[in-house]
């Protein structure tokens, strides 16, 4: 089983690659959303944070049967990686508990707060999407006055990564509360990424309900998620027509 | 009590044992966790009630509709398309939405400044009070009266009120010497102008074309409005299979453009035009053009005919540009066969001038499949129902100054075609043609770093007087700027945004102050209104409003009184879904209220007008598209018949192919801002390491290319051009033809702050601009290189 059933809520994503422009508005949009911070020099990927990172695939091929895909990968959030039990692997090596899997949501969460920083998520995700704070982060005078308060700042050394814009979940639920609703309409929680997408390829809303086109197209002959073959059942699926993408997408990396 | 070995351990194991069993470790974990977060240097953002205000972006001429969500009304922390704006539906570029990196960006100018001592030395530069400022201007502006001609401004904004006043005070000083920022819409707007009698912008239907062929266009990489095209896009690939519209990229470099399209053809590089005619050729050879469209409508079609079977045929064309004979005659067959069917030119994001010509062969493709003027085809952007400002006030000096030949040498002796011809502008300023350069105004726009052939222009700048520059940041242009007079940014200040580029309906948007501005800034219409009342005369005449809002809202008037279009207040507007010429009842009933929703919802949109029928579309000569200009002719233009006609016109690439084996070509790509904002940290940070890396750009070689070289991936090597060396590395791709080597615009920035100067090389310094002696256009698009190691 993956997901809380009972619930009856289960968000997740889908990415439609061949609609994909490589235009970097989701990697953009979710550092403001999120205030995640920045330095002068980012070009070390592997200390930079950016909790939606686009992977650059191409397909091998030599001029002129090139072709390059963009992959935008935020945090998968994960179902389970040890049948039956659907624990992400992150959540699992956690010693203090600073990561959990929603059961209502099925969102895999970070808090901050609660991270001692040992990095041990960050070697169990599968996907790299998972960063720490190497320094505390600087906002230069005034850029402080852009950060938002929905989300806190992160302090060096910790962990961070996507939460899907949790706190939109928040604002809507209570939105809808304050109007006596209990549950939320499609597209009343929307992640900053999804919302900004120009070329409409990305689809957010809950799995397990039938009639949402985010479970409508996860179920797409054309849907794949990345690296199957680990089982970590992500809530990200992907599309693309291209035989070389998918094939890619199941590749050791 | 006797503490014998036992019971030390035992005791020992249990308190340890005891210990792991409480919570106590945990929640000392987690407790040291959270007070070791809790300093006093992290940021704690003020919290308080949020809005959310609507506005346009002013970032690039794509004219989306932005939403801002305010804290307390007073700080901006979150940009996102707004959804009910029609362009782009919610969607919005990476360049929006980290327009807060330039509101609160530590390059912005906080008051007007002078320079005291040498150009672009920024120790000297000296701030002054907004009076000194204009006092200091008007001054100097009184002083050259006499020699108005020598007034000279660069807009880097084609379209809108604001640079509409620059080119009115100009006028009414007695310049002619109004430009804006060398772009593709230049050669749309001549090729127009010769074909069809009018000078465009051109709007293309192309959420309801079937096939679209981009020739070199990046049709997904910030081509016309890049949000409205990135939405089209995903339009296309939404359709059902059967209705899939097909997508051609015709390009020398494999980009996301030729990627994402279902095909590409890989062209020899600069030859897209003799492509097109290519295609030309095999449609009217074999019959399958409009003929309705041809026999009725067009002029010179004979002549034109005999020029493709001489020239174009594909065994031809194939030689030009290496694309076999079968495909041509395929991909002609199916661009016929296809309706509606339309082709894109403007190379990579129309930033670069181009040619007149190959304009012209892609618009003849239009021509003859009937996609003029119909829907899922080009036509002209609907005007906006503006109310017209009272006429310029001229007094002898303005009078004598409008019959001044212009500096760039458009519409003169050699170039007489309307042109805006900035690099143009340059070389007769350099070589001290005609008359002195007094004084250049720009506005937003850097001609110091975007220029193609960046150096002759740096070069003139000792020749020409006082540089002002109306910008919001410290770009290259502002710090060697003698005066700078601040504008507030786009979220702080008044001001339209026309019918962005490519559009097939109208659209009026307005971006509205929606902050207080947070430095010492002046909207440079109000600069303009101040200092024309200041000189007085014909010149403050012309100027009779007391602020910009009144001179913007007495246009807008226009708008109440056209009796049509709406102010888009709901989600999921599709203006081009049921075609143009659907008229819309206003939903406002006064110029008031029309104005408050605009100021709430920031945009109103029009799809009254209908494309113009091919009876009254042309106002040529001959009523008719032309494919051979009898305008040209008119306008004084003197050749053979291939002047007139549109053909292939090869460029030789500066360099000798002896001392420079390969090419080097610019590429433009969506991660990375061009025009007159530098890249912000956000979208610098989205950069492949192989884009850029520590400060180093790359220039993308091809694998074989770099084997005959013995280059490696990463390696450090010299490109050398006639112009001059930069240092860059290599990245290895299969996206680049063997001979040629590409390189990105829009780093390489001296000027801004710390997070944007010195990353990568401004490519535009070692290029060497061509010019096309017909029209006085740049047709540059490589430069040849010499690569090596270092």
């Known amino acids: 089983m993956s997901g809380n059933k009972s619930s009856g809520v289960r968000y997740g994503m889908v990415i439609d690659v061949d609609k994909c422009t490589g235009c970097m508005a989701c990697s953009v949009a979710c550092q403001q959303e999120n205030n995640v911070s920045f330095r002068e020099d980012e070009t070390n990927k592997l200390r930079s944070i950016t909790w939606l990172e686009v992977f650059y695939l191409d397909n091998g091929k030599p001029y002129p049967e090139h072709r390059k895909a963009y992959m935008p990968r935020p945090c998968q959030h994960c179902d389970s990686s040890h049948h039956p039990y659907p624990y992400p692997p992150c959540t699992f090596v956690c010693p203090v508990n600073a990561t959990h899997r929603d059961e209502e949501t099925g969102l895999v969460n970070h808090i901050p707060v609660r991270c001692i920083g040992c990095r041990y998520c960050i070697s169990a995700c599968s996907y790299h999407a998972r960063y720490f704070n190497w320094w505390d982060p600087k906002w230069p005078e005034p850029m402080e006055e852009m950060l938002t308060p929905d989300v806190s700042t ?62 409508k197209l996860a179920k797409s002959r054309h849907a794949f998620r990345l690296l199957e073959k680990l089982k970590t059942k992500p809530k990200v699926y992907y599309l693309s027509s291209q035989d070389w993408i998918r094939k890619l997408a199941d590749n050791v990396l | 009590m006797k503490l014998d070995r036992r019971a030390f351990v035992k005791l020992i194991a249990g308190g340890v044992g005891g210990t792991l069993l409480s919570p106590l470790p945990w929640k000392m974990a987690d407790d040291t966790a959270i007070w070791s977060q809790n300093w006093f240097w992290r940021p704690s953002p003020e919290r308080g009630g949020a809005t959310t205000a609507s506005t346009v972006c002013q970032l690039c001429p794509g004219g989306c509709g932005v939403r801002v969500r305010l804290i307390k009304e007073k700080r901006a922390v979150n940009i996102d398309g707004n959804p009910t704006h029609p362009v782009n539906q919610g ?90 920022m060398p772009a593709a819409a230049d050669a749309e707007s001549l090729g127009l102008f010769v074909s069809q009698g009018n000078s465009g912008p051109l709007g293309y239907d192309l959420e309801n074309a079937r096939m679209v062929v981009s020739f070199a266009s990046g049709y997904i990489e910030g081509w016309g409005s890049p949000n409205r095209m990135m939405m089209a896009f995903g339009g296309w690939r939404s359709n059902p299979k059967r ?77 030009i540009t290496g694309v076999e004979k079968e495909k041509i005659v395929g991909l002609a067959r199916e661009f016929a066969g296809t309706k ?44 906006l129902p503006l109310a017209q400002w009272p006429k310029v006030v001229l007094d002898a000096t303005s009078l004598e100054g409008s019959k001044q030949p212009r500096l760039d040498g458009s519409k003169g002796s050699q170039f007489p075609l309307p042109g805006q011809l900035f690099n143009n502008f340059v070389k007769n300023v350099s070589e001290g043609n005609l008359y002195p350069a007094e004084m250049l105004w720009v506005h937003e726009a850097n001609p110091a770093h975007d220029l193609a052939d ?188 291939l002047t007139y006609l549109p053909h292939f016109k090869p460029v030789e690439p500066a360099g000798d192919p002896r001392d420079y084996p390969l090419l080097l070509m610019p590429y433009e790509t969506m991660a990375i801002t061009n025009g007159p ?114």
């Open chain 1, 154 to 215: 992160r302090m060096r050394g910790v962990v961070e990564k996507c939460t899907m814009c949790i706190h939109r979940l928040q604002r809507a639920k209570n939105l809808a509360f304050m109007e006596g609703r209990r549950e939320l309409e499609e597209g009343e929680y929307v992640p900053a990424c999804v919302e900004s997408c120009p070329a409409k390829a990305m689809t957010f809303g809950n799995l397990l309900d039938s009639h949402s086109e985010v479970a």
């Open chain 2, 91 to 180: 969607g919005i570029c990476p360049l929006g939405a980290a327009g807060l990196q330039y509101l609160y960006g530590p390059s912005r100018i906080e008051t007007p400044l002078q320079q005291t001592g040498k150009r672009g030395d920024l120790e000297t530069m000296k701030a002054i009070s907004w009076d000194e400022a204009l006092e200091i201007l008007s001054i100097k502006l009184r002083r050259m009266r006499q020699k108005a001609r020598g007034l000279v401004c660069v807009s880097g904004k084609r379209e809108g009120t604001v640079p509409e006043l620059f080119a009115r005070f100009l006028h009414a000083y007695g310049s002619p010497n109004y430009m804006v």
């Open chain 2, 243 to 319: 209705d899939r519209t097909k997508i051609i990229q015709v390009a020398t470099r494999g980009s996301l453009s030729a990627s994402k399209a279902d095909e590409w053809v890989a062209v020899a590089p600069g030859t897209e035009a003799a492509l097109a005619l290519g295609l030309a050729q095999v449609i009217v050879s074999e019959g399958r053009y409009d003929r309705t469209f041809v026999s009725k409508y067009t002029h010179g079609f004979d002549e034109f005919r005999r020029l493709l079977r001489q020239n174009y045929t594909p065994e031809e064309v194939a030689e």
């Open chain 2, 340 to 383: 509606p069917a339309v082709a894109l030119s403007g190379w990579g994001q129309g930033r670069m001038q181009g040619s007149m010509y190959d304009f012209l062969a892609v618009q003849s493709l239009n021509a003859l499949v009937g996609s003029l003027h119909k829907p899922g085809g080009v036509t002209r952007t609907p005007k």
């Open chain 2, 454 to 641: 960046v150096q002759p222009f740096l070069e003139a700048l000792d020749k020409i007087g006082t540089l002002v520059s109306f910008s919001s940041f410290m770009d290259e242009t502002t710090q060697l700027a003698d005066l700078v007079l601040p504008s507030p940014t786009y979220l702080e200040r008044l001001e339209d945004a026309p019918t962005p580029p490519g559009l097939q309906y109208a659209v009026f948007g307005l971006s509205q102050p929606i902050l207080s501005p947070r430095f010492e800034t002046r909207h440079p219409g109000d600069v303009l209104i101040q200092l024309a009342k200041s000189l007085g005369g014909s010149v403050g005449a012309s100027f009779p409003w007391s602020d910009y809002e009144t001179a913007l809202k007495e246009r807008v008037k226009g708008l109440a009184e056209a009796g049509r279009g709406q102010v888009a207040d709901e989600p999921g507007l599709q203006p081009w879904k049921d075609g143009q010429g659907r008229q819309l009842a206003p939903n406002y009933d006064s110029f008031d209220d029309l104005w408050e929703k605009l100021i709430e919802h920031a945009c109103w949109f029009d799809t009254s007008e209908a494309m113009p029928s091919w009876e009254s579309a042309f106002i040529t000569p001959s009523r008719k598209f032309e494919f051979y200009s009898q305008k040209m002719r008119q306008v004084g233009i003197r050749g053979n018949d």
């Open chain 2, 677 to 790: 904002v530098a890249n912000p940290p956000f979208m610098t940070k989205a950069l492949f390491d192989f884009q850029l890396k520590g400060n180093d750009s790359f220039v993308e070689v091809n694998p074989k290319t770099a084997a005959n070289m013995g280059l490696k991936e990463g390696d450090r090597v010299a490109l050398q051009t006639e112009r001059g060396t930069l240092k860059v590395r290599v990245h290895l791709t299969e996206a680049a033809r063997p001979d040629v080597v590409f390189i990105p615009t829009g780093l390489g920035h001296s000027g801004f702050d710390s997070f944007i100067k010195g990353k990568g090389v401004n490519a535009n310094v070692i290029m060497v601009a061509q010019q096309d002696q017909v029209t006085g256009l740049t047709t540059w698009w490589g430069t040849r290189v010499k690569i090596s190691k270092v």
